[in-house]
Structure formats: structure tokens, C-alpha cells
């Protein structure tokens, strides 16, 4: 069945959300006691509030914090008078937004693949380009002044063409030839396995291209670094993924031990392939040792078909998306993890672990953060295994209890949004050659995230 909150409870919390965001962020204190300001001009696809996927909560977490000590500029699609927009002004970004282009569907979609066959750009870099916003940018370049321009999604490289004089910096998210080779390997067809293997290697050649020409990157794992110097890549950086450790602590409230939770963005697809691994091969496993087990799924933007799947599961109940995740992370016993294609690292799992949550994930689920299993978390990642940890866990709070501490003391220390904002701003100053001269010392972050000036 689905449920989710009230659109008027909803649109209540969100706009008490911007009323007050102004002024508790002016409360707030500066990441370090520096004078000088750094003017940067931020390339993205859209703002990402409300931050409801990780890619959206990293984004808005470190320009919201930057932005109290830096002229963050940010050029992306967007609606003037969107909420959106009101709250991203209110954080104390200046903003240029380009008309939105429409989402490709039917014809439209088709019609695109189409035409991407004949161009050497993959489709998810083609997509993206419109000539508006590269004619933005450089009305933007030619009119203001600028220390630095940040490509914050690697496929908007292919914009950094128009910037001539100034330093710049991408932030990759993922290594994204990874995922499609991945994605490739998972794929049922002889027709999607050709499809994506291609758009795997057109998108590794257009990484190693923009990412050599950038005078720096920032990675979000040592993996990923280690993969694009192996490229030829010479300034990289890790600005690890993180967690607001002020916002996600652990509750009281009832947690229900019968109870697992999924909690994904349910418009990308390597969480609705994981999604589908839960449904049809781990959760039934879970049901047959533990038959009052449910599962919960929470996240934005489900698909049509997905709530009369569910309908025909037992045990499952469809959420859908909601305005806080934190009373559902309270409410479980287990956060189920069962990723098969990704890059980077899961945030969904810094915020369980922050609120004292028992996770198990597969290995490439917990690619890239610093835990180890049987000491933050349990790793599995047969259907078998998976579905018997799991078993473990909501049969034992004692054992939930250990991973959930061992993991909240794990992300205080490492993983807070400040430490990840002020490694950024690290390599912002350390790019613009005003590092030494501003007192901003390298960002101390573990062996795996050591800079490579």
C-alpha cells in the first residue's frame, strides 16, 4: 500500500524550512576566521532543493556552508520564482537560471538516442547541453569577475570550454564510465548490454579528456582518485561524502524490530535495480526465517508500476517520498543497502549510521567509506547472506545496538558536512594560490583521502 504526508503538511514544513533557513544560517559560525573571499562561479544542472536525493544533499550541504564565507555565484536551469530559488538566495548564493529544458519522453527520448549515436559525446553529457546556457556562461564570463570557476557534475565539463583565463575545478561525483559499465554488466538484453557498454566507453574517453584538462578535481572516495590518476589526471583531491551530525542523531521513539527499511531516490536506476534485487531475491529469504518482517520504501519520484508491484508483495509497504526521513530511520531495525551498480559513496548510509542504525549493504554499497564489516555495519552480498544478516540483526538488539554505536562515534569523527566543506574549500584556495597566504591548512581526512597537489 502507499502513504506519504499530506500535500499541505507537506508544503507547510517546506516553507517554514526557507522562512527560517536566512536566519539560522547567518547564526551559524564560519567555517574558519579568514578575511579574504573567494569569488566562484558554480556550474550545475538545476538547485537541488529541497536536497531529497544524495546528489542533491551533498550539493546543498557544502554551497550552503561556502557560501557564508565565499561570492558563490551559480549558473544552472532553473524557475526565478521557484521555491527553490527563494531558499537558494536566502543561503546566500547569487543566482543566473537558464530556462529548463523539457525532460525527454516518448518520441522526444527515442529521438534523442537517436541522434546521440552519431555524436562522440555519451547521452547523459549530449542531454545536458543546450547552446543558451553555454551562451549564459559566457555573458557571465565576459561581465564579472571571477576567481574561479567549479564544475560541480562532470558532465557540465563540457561547458568549461568557454573558460579561457581562469583556474578550474570539477567535483565528480562518481567515476560515471564505472556505472555504466556496471549497469552494462547487470543488463538483461543483448540490446542493453551493447547500449550501455557503449555509452561506457564514450563516457570513460570524455572523462579522461575534461578531466586532464581541469587544473583540479575533487573525488568523493580514494578510489576514485587512485582511477583518474591511473588517467593522467595530476591536481586531485577527496572531498568525502557527508552527514549533518547535528541533524541526524539518534531518537528516541519506537523502533520496531520486524522492521527494514530501503531508502533511495527512486528515480535513478541503479537504486531501483537494487530495489528489484531486495524484492525478488533477499526480502522473500527474509520472510521465510522471519515471517512478521516488513519492509518499508522510502524515497522520491517511485515509478508508475511500482505501487501495484508492491501491492502483490507481502510485507512491503510503498512510502513513497516524505518532507524528513529521520522518524522512518528512528521507526527501523535494519537499513537494507543491497546496491549492485555505483560509484562514489551511499550518504544513505552516513545518515543511518548517525542516527545509530544497524545497515547491511553490499559490498559496493559501502564502496568508499571508511567501515568495517562487523564493526560500523554488515556486509553481504549473495541473496543468501544478505537476507541471513539481516535475519541476524532483527533478531538481536544487542547487535544492533554495537553497529549503531560503533557507526555514530565513526561519522562524528570523519564524516561531519563542515570537515567536507572546509576540504573544498582547501583545494578552492590551494587552486586560486591563496591557500598559505589565507592560513587554510591541507584538510587532515584519513590515508585513502589525501590530496595530490
Given at each position: 500500500m502507499a502513504s506519504r504526508l499530506p500535500s499541505a503538511e507537506k508544503e507547510t514544513l517546506r516553507k517554514g524550512q526557507i522562512a527560517g533557513l536566512a536566519v539560522s544560517l547567518t547564526e551559524r559560525k564560519p567555517i574558519h576566521d579568514v578575511s579574504s573571499r573567494l569569488r566562484v562561479l558554480v556550474l550545475d544542472e538545476w538547485l537541488h532543493y529541497p536536497p531529497n536525493s544524495g546528489r542533491g544533499v551533498r550539493t546543498w550541504s557544502l554551497l550552503q556552508r561556502l557560501a557564508r564565507r565565499h561570492r558563490l555565484s551559480l549558473?544552472?536551469?532553473?524557475?526565478?520564482?521557484?521555491?527553490?530559488?527563494?531558499?537558494?538566495?536566502?543561503?546566500?548564493?547569487?543566482?543566473?537560471?537558464?530556462?529548463?529544458?523539457?525532460?525527454?519522453?516518448?518520441?522526444?527520448?527515442?529521438g534523442?538516442?537517436?541522434?546521440?549515436?552519431?555524436?562522440?559525446?555519451?547521452?547523459?553529457?549530449?542531454?545536458?547541453?543546450?547552446?543558451?546556457?553555454?551562451?549564459?556562461?559566457?555573458?557571465?564570463?565576459?561581465?564579472?569577475?571571477?576567481?574561479?570557476?567549479?564544475?560541480?557534475?562532470?558532465?557540465?565539463?563540457?561547458?568549461?570550454?568557454?573558460?579561457?583565463?581562469?583556474?578550474?575545478?570539477?567535483?565528480?561525483?562518481?567515476?560515471?564510465?564505472?556505472?555504466?559499465?556496471?549497469?552494462?554488466?547487470?543488463?538483461?538484453?543483448?540490446?542493453?548490454?551493447?547500449?550501455?557498454?557503449?555509452?561506457?566507453?564514450?563516457?570513460?574517453?570524455?572523462?579522461?579528456?575534461?578531466?586532464?584538462?581541469?587544473?583540479?578535481?575533487?573525488?568523493?572516495?580514494?578510489?576514485?582518485?587512485?582511477?583518474?590518476?591511473?588517467?593522467?589526471?595530476?591536481?586531485?583531491?577527496?572531498?568525502?561524502?557527508?552527514?549533518?551530525?547535528?541533524?541526524?542523531?539518534?531518537?528516541?521513539?519506537?523502533?520496531?524490530?520486524?522492521?527494514?527499511?530501503?531508502?533511495?531516490?527512486?528515480?535513478?536506476?541503479?537504486?531501483?535495480?537494487?530495489?528489484?534485487?531486495?524484492?525478488?531475491?533477499?526480502?522473500?529469504?527474509?520472510?521465510?526465517?522471519?515471517?512478521?518482517?516488513?519492509?518499508?520504501?522510502?524515497?522520491?519520484?517511485?515509478?508508475?508500476?511500482?505501487?501495484?508491484?508492491i501491492a502483490r508483495c507481502p510485507g512491503v509497504e510503498l512510502v513513497g517520498e516524505v518532507a524528513d526521513v529521520r522518524p522512518f530511520l528512528t521507526r527501523a531495525a535494519v537499513v537494507a543497502v543491497p546496491l549492485r551498480i555505483g560509484g562514489g559513496s551511499r550518504i544513505k548510509i552516513l545518515e543511518a549510521l548517525a542516527m545509530g542504525k544497524a545497515v547491511v549493504s553490499t559490498s559496493i554499497g559501502a564502496e568508499g567509506l571508511a567501515v568495517t564489516d562487523g564493526m560500523h555495519l554488515l556486509l553481504a552480498d549473495a541473496p543468501s547472506d544478505f537476507a541471513a544478516r539481516t535475519v541476524e540483526l532483527l533478531k538481536s538488539s544487542e547487535e544492533r545496538l554495537r553497529l549503531g554505536e560503533n557507526g555514530r562515534k565513526l561519522v562524528v569523527e570523519r564524516y561531519s558536512w563542515d570537515q567536507m566543506a572546509r576540504a573544498l574549500e582547501w583545494a578552492w584556495e590551494e587552486l586560486c594560490g591563496a591557500g598559505h597566504a589565507c592560513g587554510v591548512e591541507a584538510p587532515s581526512m584519513g590515508k585513502e583521502a589525501q590530496a595530490n597537489p
Open positions: 549558473l544552472c536551469y532553473g524557475d526565478p520564482e521557484a521555491e527553490a530559488a527563494v531558499a537558494a538566495r536566502a543561503a546566500g548564493l547569487s543566482l543566473h537560471l537558464v530556462r529548463p529544458f523539457p525532460a525527454p519522453r516518448g518520441a522526444r527520448l527515442y534523442g538516442l537517436l541522434a546521440n549515436v552519431f555524436s562522440r559525446h555519451p547521452y547523459s553529457v549530449w542531454k545536458h547541453y543546450t547552446k543558451r546556457y553555454e551562451n549564459r556562461l559566457r555573458e557571465l564570463l565576459r561581465d564579472d569577475q571571477f576567481d574561479l570557476v567549479h564544475c560541480e557534475c562532470t558532465v557540465y565539463a563540457r561547458f568549461l570550454g568557454a573558460v579561457e583565463r581562469l583556474p578550474k575545478l570539477i567535483m565528480a561525483h562518481n567515476v560515471e564510465s564505472q556505472i555504466l559499465f556496471r549497469r552494462a554488466q547487470q543488463s538483461r538484453t543483448i540490446v542493453e548490454r551493447v547500449f550501455f557498454g557503449l555509452q561506457a566507453r564514450r563516457m570513460e574517453a570524455f572523462e579522461r579528456e575534461v578531466l586532464r584538462q581541469a587544473d583540479w578535481v575533487t573525488l568523493v572516495t580514494g578510489l576514485d582518485a587512485e582511477q583518474v590518476r591511473a588517467w593522467g589526471v595530476q591536481r586531485t583531491s577527496v572531498v568525502e561524502n557527508g552527514v549533518d551530525v547535528d541533524q541526524f542523531v539518534p531518537l528516541e521513539g519506537n523502533c520496531d524490530r520486524d522492521e527494514i527499511l530501503f531508502l533511495a531516490a527512486l528515480d535513478w536506476y541503479p537504486n531501483l535495480d537494487a530495489l528489484d534485487y531486495l524484492l525478488k531475491d533477499i526480502f522473500p529469504l527474509v520472510r521465510q526465517a522471519s515471517p512478521r518482517a516488513r519492509l518499508r520504501i522510502v524515497g522520491r519520484r517511485p515509478p508508475a508500476g511500482l505501487k501495484e508491484r
